[in-house]
């Protein structure tokens, strides 16, 4: 069992150095969207921390304004992604 945690942690930090310097390709974050939407409507929504998740997201991402729905965050994100690509010429991960 010990030996498994090793690998898995070993495979972790190949991945991570692999992302380092990068962000995730527009068809990664479209694919994780479900998942992301899910998990921040279980963890953030009818929470304390709502209020404050919103503020973050409406302070960061373009084209949230009044539109407080994790679709619309999500959207900004893709927006922002897109924006840093553009700008900074970030090199895209495409996955494992």
Do not use: H
């Amino acid at each position: 069992m010990a030996q498994v945690r090793k690998i898995r942690s070993w495979r972790c930090q190949q991945a991570n150095a692999v992302k380092s310097e990068t962000f995730p390709a527009d068809f990664l974050l479209k694919q994780a969207r479900p998942r992301v939407l899910d998990w921040w409507g279980n963890a953030i929504i009818g929470t304390e921390r709502e209020q404050q998740f919103y503020s973050e997201a409406e302070a960061a991402l373009p084209m949230l304004g009044e539109n407080r729905t994790l679709d619309a965050v999500f959207e900004g994100m893709l927006q922002q992604r897109l924006r840093l690509k553009t700008n900074l010429r970030l090199v895209e991960w495409l996955g494992m």
